[in-house]
């Protein structure tokens, strides 16, 4: 019995059980949570998208708050005066229409790079004639005057005849002369990309002789509309 229990002495802490293993599902613990790589692919193209609106929308807050004078720009037709405007037998308008566009840019710190102007004369809706400008840049508080001339024929068609026939008894014709644009704004030493403006001046001129006589006088200045 003496032996049995010597046998007994040391520590003992029981039957050796062997560690539970822990056994880590691929997915259960990423950083996106349960979705895996398609939840973060897409928090990604949320934040992406989110940055790229702010951007946007800063950049446009910036322009707007530069370019605000730009609206400003003025546009008159003055010294417009028509020598010739009469109907033929086979309804060809002749035409002789020469005028002075005024472009007021009143801003201090903006120019404007005027890189095409197209000028275009309409009766009744349709082109009479299309006269190129040679394109020129504006600098700050600065009045550029345009001399244009349209003349030529035109075939009257449909209505065009009718309302020559009705305002031929006052002899003030109604005639729109617009312009055509492509332009940059330039601040300091950037430039920005170009913008398509549309120029509508719309005139009421009466017939005047050719040497300037008593047929008529020539049309007052015109505020010109314009279309961005």
């Given at each position: 019995m003496a032996d049995k229990?010597?046998?007994?002495?040391?520590?003992?802490?029981?039957?050796?059980?062997?560690?539970?293993?822990?056994?880590?599902?691929?997915?259960?613990?990423?950083?996106?949570?349960g979705g895996g790589c398609c939840c973060c692919l897409l928090k990604l193209i949320l934040k992406i998208v989110v940055t790229i609106v702010v951007l946007i929308g800063l950049?446009?807050?910036?322009?707007?708050?530069?370019?605000?004078?730009?609206?400003?720009?003025?546009?008159?037709?003055?010294?417009?005066?028509?020598?010739q405007f009469n109907l033929t037998n086979n309804q060809n308008l002749d035409y002789k229409l020469a005028?002075?566009?005024?472009?007021?840019?009143?801003?201090?710190?903006?120019?404007?790079y005027y890189d095409r102007i197209e000028a275009r004369a309409?009766?009744?809706?349709?082109?009479?004639?299309?006269?190129?400008i040679t394109p020129f840049y504006q600098g700050h508080k600065n009045t550029t005057v345009l001399n244009v001339v349209f003349e030529g024929q035109q075939l009257l068609t449909g209505e065009g005849i009718q309302d020559f026939t009705q305002e031929k008894?006052?002899?003030i014709y109604s005639i729109d002369v617009k312009l055509y644009l492509r332009i940059r704004f330039k601040l300091g030493k950037v430039k920005f990309p170009r913008f398509r403006p549309r120029i509508d001046c719309e005139l009421k001129v009466p017939v005047t002789s050719s040497n300037g006589g008593a047929a008529g006088a020539a049309a007052t200045t015109t505020k010109c509309h314009v279309d961005y």
């Open positions: 229990q010597a046998h007994l002495n040391g520590a003992y802490y029981g039957p050796n059980i062997p560690p539970k293993n822990d056994y880590h599902r691929p997915g259960r613990r990423s950083g996106c949570g950049a446009a807050l910036i322009i707007w708050l530069i370019f605000r004078p730009i609206n400003k720009i003025n546009f008159h037709a003055k010294d417009v005066t028509l020598t005028l002075n566009i005024t472009i007021r840019n009143p801003n201090k710190k903006i120019g404007v309409y009766y009744d809706d349709q082109r009479l004639k299309s006269v190129p008894t006052s002899t």
